[in-house]
């Protein structure tokens, strides 16, 4: 009976799974292109540095990681929800959830310069803090649906991801990372971000191959 509910929900899978692809692929390129010119500007002023270079590579490494990391948990979860029962809500309840990082995405790279946060209302920090959050409550959003149960149970929720993104959020917020004019922005604050990030961005990476190779082991049988 699971297996024909899933052949008949197979259309709809295919459906959502090609929009997810495609929209997430499509504002994350968008995102990707707005640094060019904060960048440039930065390059041209200060050379290559860590005033020049420190916002660009955090912002990439959160770009990347966020973008792998939404595009296989909304894959994972079709592909292992197999009754059909509720997808399209808990597919909608992702996607939403999922644009919205990418919109939080296209503001932070318009600010990968320490000049551009000097004129910015929102500098960098704000707005990661703010994509971090937002990852936080759509993951306890998740949580607290599957203990509601019926549509909303999930087989496997990313609960790791979640902590991953308080550790960073806390680290942020303790350490004195942030800065709102071009005189704050000490070789001494920029190079714990950039640590701290790359370090994130590698345990992200081991999450990432965790679930990818329990993936092609759950495909093979």
Not at 98 to 124: M, P, Q
């Amino acid at each position: 009976m699971a297996s024909g509910l899933e052949d008949a929900d197979r259309p709809g899978r295919d459906r959502r799974h090609l929009i997810s692809q495609f929209l997430v692929a499509g504002l994350v390129a968008v995102a990707l292109a707005e640094p060019e010119d904060p960048v440039r500007h930065a390059l041209n002023t200060d050379g290559i540095s860590i005033y020049s270079l420190a916002l660009p590579v955090v912002y990439l490494l959160t770009a990347l990681r966020f973008f792998l990391g939404n595009i296989l948990h909304l894959h994972e979860d079709e592909r292992t929800e197999n009754d059909g029962r509720g997808a399209e809500c808990r597919w909608l309840l992702d996607f939403s959830f999922v644009l919205f990082e990418c919109v939080i995405l296209i503001f932070l790279g318009a600010v990968t310069s320490i000049y551009r946060n000097a004129r910015s209302a929102a500098d960098f920090f704000e707005l990661l803090k703010l994509l971090l959050i937002v990852d936080v409550i759509w993951l306890m959003t998740v949580g607290a649906l599957h203990k509601v149960g019926g549509p909303w149970r999930r087989e496997r929720i990313p609960w790791t991801w979640a902590v991953l993104n308080l550790a960073l959020l806390a680290a942020i917020v303790v350490l004195p990372l942030g800065f709102h004019y071009v005189d704050d922005a000490t070789s001494a604050r920029l190079w714990p971000l950039v640590v701290i990030n790359l370090i994130v961005f590698g345990l992200d990476m081991r999450i990432l191959a965790h679930h990818l190779d329990r993936g092609t082991r759950a495909d093979t049988r």
